[in-house]
């Protein structure tokens, strides 16, 4: 079974620039998650989505990012601007959707660095 | 803030078993165990989770205290390839939905 596949693995770019990153989840699964994951730090959440539907973007700095996740399947996180505080990894997570023991599995992330 | 405490670095021999603990004395009736894992530069893993009872799959044991106020996974043979960062992560999907890291355990496997 295929797991999370992101892309790319790796981006650079220069401040001010926008960037986007794509997330496929395991086939199946209805929902989906972006974690960041600052250097030496455990990944914090960004976004949850249930299907289409954003169920928590509390911790999504609406200024400078958006998500997607049209028909309910693949989603892109973008940044536009992006500043230098933006360097980071991006995890797209997903799980089944079940009840309680609702198991999320990682992609390998995008790793971003801004100059 | 995470609800669980680990200590920061653990070391084991290549082949021996490693035992890493976690403290979650603020645990939820409803709340399970998670552990996962992060090996250099790639996504973290699940490796095991439970609710009261004890756990093995083919990665790990996970062993629950009666009181629920710890727990301990068990790398039965650590190998040089086991050498992660280990999260234990209390967690309950119908809350909050999200995983709360914390700094979790840098486990180094020695040959």
């Known amino acids: 079974e295929a797991g999370v596949v992101q892309s790319p693995r790796y981006k650079i770019i220069e401040k001010k620039q926008p960037v986007a990153f794509w997330c496929n989840p395991i086939?199946?699964?209805?929902?989906l998650y972006w974690y960041l994951q600052n250097l030496g730090q455990g990944p914090e959440l960004l976004i949850r989505?249930?299907?289409?539907?954003?169920?928590?973007d509390s911790q999504l700095p609406k200024d400078r990012f958006s998500a997607e996740r049209l028909k309910g399947v693949d989603s892109t996180l973008k940044i536009q601007p992006a500043e230098l505080g933006d360097s980071a990894v991006y995890l797209c997570?997903?799980?089944?959707?079940?009840?309680?023991?609702?198991?999320?599995?990682f992609g390998p992330g995008t790793r971003l660095t801004v100059l | 803030d995470a609800k669980t405490t680990q200590p920061t670095s653990m070391d084991c021999a290549e082949g021996r078993a490693a035992n890493l603990p976690c403290n979650h004395s603020?645990?939820?009736?409803?709340?399970?165990v998670y552990w996962y894992r992060q090996i250099h530069s790639q996504g973290p893993q699940y490796i095991i989770h439970?609710?009261?009872n004890n756990e093995t799959n083919e990665m790990a044991s996970l062993i629950i205290t009666e009181d629920r106020k710890s727990s301990t996974l068990i790398l039965p043979h650590a190998t040089l390839r086991d050498t992660a960062v280990y999260y234990c992560i209390v967690y309950i999907a119908s809350n909050t939905g999200k995983l709360i890291f914390g700094q979790g355990t840098t486990l180094q496997v020695k040959p």
């Open positions: 989505y249930e299907n289409e539907e954003a169920v928590d």
């Open positions: 086939s199946g699964h209805n929902t």
């Open positions: 603020t645990i939820s009736g409803n709340e399970y």
């Open positions: 997570a997903s799980s089944p959707g079940l009840a309680d023991t609702d198991t999320q599995y």
């Open positions: 439970g609710l009261k």
